[in-house]
C-alpha cells in the first residue's frame, strides 16, 4: 500500500529499543510537527472546506498522539528531552516545488506529507513487530493503523484536488527521490533517522 522503494533495515528496531528515551522524545516532537504541519496546509488552504474538515481532525490526532508519547516518557520516568531537527524531512523538502502555481504547492505539500506518514508507518510496523516491550509494542501497531489512514488522507486530497496535475507521476518522483533520501538512513535512534 505504502509504495516506498526501500524498507528499513529491521536493525533499526533494535537501534531504537536500545535508546528507548531518546526514540520516544524524538517520536513526540515528530508528532507535533505532524501537527502543525496539518495545521500549516489549512492556513494555506481554507477555501477547501473539505481538506479543513480533514485536516483538523487528523491534527488533533496528531496533538493527541503527542501528548500519548508524552505521557508514557512521563510514566517511564523519562523527560522530554528538547526538540530535535528532523534532517530526513528537511532532506525531503528540497524535492518540493518553490516555484509554480498555488495548486502545485499544495499538492506537493500534501504528497511531502504522505511520504512522511508512509515512512512513518513502515517505521511504527517494524517497532510494533520487533522491539520486546509488549506496551510499546501494541502502541507502535496502532500508531501504524493511523498512520496508514493519515498517508491516505493526504494523497486522497492531493489526487482530489490535483486533477490539472499528473499527481500519480509527481508521487513516483517522490517515491524515488525518498528512496534514495532514506538510504543515508536507518542508523540512529530517531523515528526518520
Known amino acids: 500500500m505504502l509504495h516506498l522503494k526501500l524498507e528499513t533495515d ?3 528496531a533494535t537501534i531504537a529499543e536500545e535508546n528507548i528515551e531518546e526514540i520516544l522524545t524524538d517520536h513526540a516532537w515528530c508528532e507535533q510537527k505532524a501537527c502543525t504541519n496539518a495545521i500549516t496546509i489549512i492556513t494555506h488552504n481554507s477555501q477547501y472546506e473539505d481538506l ?10 496528531e496533538l493527541e498522539h503527542f501528548q500519548m508519547v508524552h505521557d508514557i516518557i512521563k510514566k517511564r520516568g523519562y523527560t522530554l ?9 528537511n532532506e525531503l523538502y528540497k524535492f518540493m516545488n518553490k516555484g509554480g502555481s498555488h495548486l502545485q504547492s499544495m499538492v506537493d505539500r500534501l504528497l511531502f506529507s504522505a511520504m512522511i506518514e508512509a515512512r ?6 517494524l517497532l510494533s513487530q520487533r522491539i520486546k516491550d509488549k506496551e510499546l509494542s501494541k502502541f507502535y501497531y496502532d500508531l501504524m493503523i493511523s498512520e496508514a489512514g493519515h498517508y491516505v488522507t493526504f ?3 492531493a489526487r482530489k484536488y490535483g486533477k490539472d496535475i499528473d499527481v500519480d507521476k509527481r508521487w513516483q518522483e517522490l517515491v524515488a527521490f525518498e528512496g534514495e533520501v532514506i538510504k543515508s538512513y536507518g542508523k540512529s535512534e530517531s523515528i526518520h533517522g
Not at 480533514?54 to 490526532?61: F, G, P, Q
Not at 512513518?120 to 510496523?125: A, D, G, N, P
Open 10 to 12: 529491521p536493525r533499526w
Open 52 to 61: 479543513v474538515t480533514d485536516l483538523l481532525e487528523l491534527a488533533k490526532e
Open 81 to 89: 528531552g528538547r526538540e530535535r531537527k528532523d534532517s530526513y524531512v
Open 120 to 125: 512513518s508507518c513502515e517505521r511504527f510496523k
Open 155 to 157: 494523497i486522497g486530497f
